[in-house]
């Protein structure tokens, strides 16, 4: 659906009809979620958006509201930070950071953290540029007082990284660092997809000078490689590249998908990471298995 940036009279809703509206509307929720269309979110909600019939848009006053069986209309009036609200190839529609605040706040803590991980991912590689810049999207938060889902989009905000390159560095990143209470381990300093420069000799071997390291810890130089389903067909190819971050000083661990997706093996991959990375197995919040299961059952099952 298209909400023209010029005020029309006759605005089409996602079941045809027609709407005569001369009003002041922009797509939003799922229904810009849907419009801007980033690589991993619509990946990750996909069966979300595709079930979605239901048009959702915003508007800023009374005076504007309108009733259509295809259309929600959401009503805000309260004032938006910079960049709120933009037009987009000559359609009305919430920014990503509004968009933010607009799902979080009909999600709980964990689906939250996920879709800022999701939302600061890269588009095409870690060579791309992220959709959503993190500083940016902190920023419009912080200055968002009064509106709904902003405390809980504060909280988020203390677990969410720029440059994701895949859904499953987000999911190990979450394990790794959520809080004890949120389901996770309490492991501080990794990043995404750290970029390691090679030596001239190993440059040479693999004929390239750069590696990216899927989740990293740079200062302890421990590396996480996640080995998805394209892995199969790259072994040689991935032995190299692990043989030469060991040669530049890492501790390269992989990990599989049947690690993540079967709970007693995520277990005990986390127990292990605990131990390398020095940090005290204890576990003394009832929140823990809760969260921890909610978080596991959060994993894309297609």
């Known amino acids: 659906m298209a909400i023209l940036s010029k005020k029309?009279?006759?605005?089409?809703?996602?079941?045809?009809?027609?709407?005569?509206v001369d009003k002041d509307v922009y797509l939003s929720h799922f229904s810009a979620l849907k419009y801007w269309n980033?690589?991993?979110?619509?990946?990750?909600?996909?069966?979300?958006?595709?079930?979605?019939?239901?048009c959702e848009v915003l508007i800023r006053s009374r005076k504007d509201y309108f009733i259509d069986n295809g259309i929600?209309?959401?009503l805000n009036q309260m004032h938006f930070p910079e960049n709120g609200?933009?037009?987009?190839?000559?359609?009305?529609?919430?920014?990503?950071?509004?968009?933010?605040?607009?799902?979080?706040?009909?999600?709980?803590?964990l689906e939250t953290i996920l879709l800022g991980n999701l939302l600061c991912s890269k588009s095409d590689g870690p060579f791309s540029q992220e959709c959503v810049d993190y500083f940016k999207l902190k920023t419009f938060v912080k200055e968002a007082k009064g509106h709904k889902g902003r405390q809980k989009a504060l909280r988020a905000l203390k677990?969410?990284?720029?440059?994701?390159?895949?859904?499953?560095?987000?999911?190990?990143?979450?394990?790794?660092?959520l809080p004890v209470m949120l389901g996770g381990r309490a492991i501080e300093g990794g990043c995404f997809n750290y970029q390691v420069v090679l030596t001239k000799e190993l440059?040479?071997?693999?004929?390239?000078?750069?590696?990216?390291i899927d989740y990293c810890f740079p200062d302890k130089k421990i590396a996480y490689e996640y080995l998805g389903n394209y892995h199969n067909q790259s072994v040689d190819q991935d032995s190299k590249r692990n043989l030469a971050l060991k040669r530049m000083g890492y501790d390269v661990i992989t990990i599989s998908k049947s690690q993540l997706y079967d709970k007693n093996n995520l277990q005990q991959l986390l127990l292990h990471v605990q131990k390398l990375h020095k940090k005290r197995n204890y576990i003394r919040t009832k929140e823990y298995e809760k969260n921890f299961h909610k978080l596991w059952l959060l994993l894309p099952r297609n």
Do not use: W
């Open 72 to 74: 929600k209309v959401y």
């Open 38 to 54: 980033f690589p991993l979110v619509s990946q990750y909600y996909k069966n979300i958006i595709d079930s979605n019939k239901m």
């Open 85 to 109: 609200l933009t037009i987009r190839n000559n359609t009305k529609i919430v920014s990503p950071y509004l968009l933010f605040l607009q799902i979080s706040e009909k999600m709980d803590i």
């Open 159 to 177: 677990y969410i990284k720029n440059g994701a390159c895949s859904i499953m560095e987000i999911f190990v990143h979450m394990f790794f660092r």
């Open 8 to 20: 029309s009279k006759n605005v089409k809703s996602k079941n045809q009809n027609i709407v005569h």
């Open 203 to 212: 440059a040479k071997a693999l004929n390239k000078e750069i590696l990216f």
